[in-house]
């Protein structure tokens, strides 16, 4: 009876092992990515060349491809979250991490709000998904296909509209989350040499050379200066900002009135396109992806958001467009370069885009290397041609 306990007891123990082993992975792979953040990138980088140069890129092995694609991407995303929250350990005990606009902001949300975190977590997800969602519909015909497009835009809008209610009606970002950063180094040895008592001091004073200076009055030790390709860009990031020292919820403003309704304008407008070119592609009387009126709806609404927007900011803002922060300018700047993606979809590029681009391949045929490049041109308008994400902005 002994034996069988013991038995038992050693299984059990085996057991918890066991289970146990997957936690301990996972903690000693985020330390390995913590510590080696460049390589990763590298590596990711890398990963993400391999779907370009498969051969049949996107006309024979496009889900295949895409699949690769959206695995480097979710996996940079896992990544991404793995720094940000050893970044938020050293910000707990290192305050003079200089951080962008964008990540003091977005990181600041993502620590008040779970569900915040939780939502711009699956809108990312979605957003590296939805052309090879798109691409696997596809195979079940059209009307599938669109059915899918659909519903991608609408979780898209539900989420964006999610977090603009957790931030109190605050313009959204793109990305939503936290940009990846490098975890700085703990900065051990200047904390040393500053408490260290004077004849301390003197010491690794003596054996760091010239790299360091001691000052004769108060014999305290000032650390190395980099080096002088680097001094511009050391002393431009010990400069502080109005940004800087505002609190991150100060980094964009409310908007409210006009500015809500254009920001809810913007939000939905991919859906609103989205079902009009599903109902004039599939409508008996329409003229497929050559029809105009989609793209004249879906643009009115977005440049119509755009000057709601500005109308707003120069009612409500003191000094009109120049009052913005610079996260804000940023962003609004993002949004402008981004309505060119408008010369790449529906009925522009239809009856416009499509002739130029395939001119100017036509005229790189038969020469050398200019061949290669008009190839690749010729793979992507495969893309533009047959699916509607690849041109998809928000």
Same mark, same amino acid.
């Not at 004849?199 to 200076?213: C, F, K, L, V």
């Not at 396109?273 to 599939?282: E, G, R, V």
């Not at 495969?382 to 690849?390: A, G, H, K, N």
């Given at each position: 009876?002994?034996?069988?306990?013991?038995?038992?007891?050693?299984?059990?123990?085996?057991?918890?092992?066991?289970?146990?082993?997957?936690?301990?992975?996972?903690?000693?792979?985020?330390?390995?990515?913590?510590?080696?953040?460049?390589?990763?990138?590298?590596?990711?980088?890398?990963?993400?060349?391999?779907?370009?140069?498969?051969?049949?890129?996107?006309?024979?092995?496009?889900?295949?491809?895409?699949?690769l694609n959206s695995g480097v991407q979710l996996l940079a995303l896992y990544h991404d979250s793995l720094l940000s929250k050893a970044l938020e350990r050293?910000?707990?005990?290192?305050?003079?991490?200089?951080?962008?606009?964008?990540?003091?902001?977005?990181?600041?949300?993502?620590?008040?709000?779970?569900?915040?975190?939780?939502?711009?977590?699956?809108?990312?997800?979605?957003?590296?998904?939805?052309?090879?969602?798109?691409?696997?519909?596809?195979?079940?015909?059209?009307?599938?296909? &669109? #059915?899918?497009?659909? @519903?991608?835009?609408? %979780?898209?809008?539900?989420? =964006?509209?999610?977090?603009? /209610?957790?931030?109190?009606?605050?313009?959204?970002?793109?990305?939503?989350?936290?940009?990846?950063?490098?975890?700085?180094?703990?900065?051990?040895?200047?904390?040393?040499?500053?408490?260290?008592?004077?004849?301390?001091?003197?010491?690794?004073?003596?054996?760091?050379?010239?790299?360091?200076?001691?000052?004769?009055?108060?014999?305290?030790?000032?650390?190395?200066?980099?080096?002088?390709?680097?001094?511009?860009?050391?002393?431009?990031?010990?400069?502080?900002?109005?940004?800087?020292?505002?609190?991150?919820?100060?980094?964009?403003?409310?908007?409210?009135?006009?500015?809500?309704?254009?920001?809810?304008?913007?939000?939905?407008?991919p859906v609103i396109y989205a079902s009009a070119m599903a109902y004039w592609c599939q409508h008996e009387g329409g003229r497929g992806k050559a029809d &105009? #009126?989609?793209?004249? @709806?879906?643009?009115? %609404?977005?440049?119509?958001? =755009?000057?709601?927007?500005? /109308?707003?900011?120069?009612?409500?803002?003191?000094?009109?467009?120049?009052?913005?922060?610079?996260?804000?300018?940023?962003?609004?700047?993002?949004?402008?370069?981004?309505?060119?993606?408008?010369?790449?979809?529906?009925?522009?590029?239809?009856?416009?885009?499509?002739?130029?681009?395939?001119?100017?391949?036509?005229?790189?045929?038969?020469?050398?290397?200019?061949?290669?490049?008009?190839?690749l041109i010729d793979d992507y308008e495969y893309l533009w041609d047959e699916f509607y994400m690849p041109t998809a902005t928000l």
């Amino acid at each position: 009876m002994e034996r069988l306990k013991q038995v038992a007891k050693d299984g059990a123990n085996q057991t918890h092992v066991v289970f146990n082993l997957p936690p301990k992975w996972l903690n000693m792979y985020s330390d390995f990515i913590t510590k080696n953040a460049g390589a990763v990138s590298q590596v990711e980088g890398a990963l993400r060349s391999l779907t370009y140069i498969i051969p049949g890129r996107f006309r024979e092995s496009d889900v295949a491809s895409e699949s690769l694609n959206s695995g480097v991407q979710l996996l940079a995303l896992y990544h991404d979250s793995l720094l940000s929250k050893a970044l938020e350990r050293r910000l707990r005990t290192q305050k003079n991490v200089h951080q962008s606009p964008h990540n003091r902001y977005t990181r600041h949300y993502c620590q008040k709000s779970p569900t915040y975190r939780r939502t711009a977590t699956t809108l990312s997800c979605v957003q590296y998904t939805e052309l090879l969602l798109e691409m696997m519909a596809k195979r079940k015909g059209e009307r599938t296909r &669109w #059915r899918v497009v659909v @519903l991608l835009e609408a %979780i898209k809008a539900l989420c =964006r509209l999610v977090l603009m /209610r957790l931030t109190n009606s605050r313009p959204l970002l793109d990305p939503p989350l936290p940009e990846r950063e490098v975890v700085p180094e703990q900065p051990q040895q200047e904390e040393e040499v500053i408490h260290s008592p004077p004849s301390e001091r003197s010491n690794s004073h003596s054996d760091a050379g010239s790299e360091q200076w001691t000052m004769p009055r108060t014999s305290l030790t000032l650390p190395p200066l980099p080096n002088s390709d680097d001094i511009s860009s050391y002393l431009m990031s010990k400069v502080l900002t109005a940004d800087d020292i505002k609190p991150p919820k100060a980094l964009l403003h409310r908007v409210s009135g006009l500015g809500e309704a254009a920001e809810i304008m913007y939000i939905v407008r991919p859906v609103i396109y989205a079902s009009a070119m599903a109902y004039w592609c599939q409508h008996e009387g329409g003229r497929g992806k050559a029809d &105009w #009126r989609p793209w004249l @709806l879906g643009l009115s %609404i977005e440049y119509g958001a =755009r000057q709601l927007a500005k /109308r707003d900011f120069e009612t409500r803002r003191p000094g009109g467009a120049r009052g913005l922060t610079q996260l804000e300018k940023e962003e609004l700047k993002k949004r402008g370069w981004a309505m060119a993606w408008w010369g790449m979809r529906g009925a522009f590029y239809e009856n416009v885009t499509k002739g130029v681009i395939r001119g100017f391949t036509g005229s790189l045929k038969g020469k050398p290397l200019l061949d290669m490049v008009g190839n690749l041109i010729d793979d992507y308008e495969y893309l533009w041609d047959e699916f509607y994400m690849p041109t998809a902005t928000l």
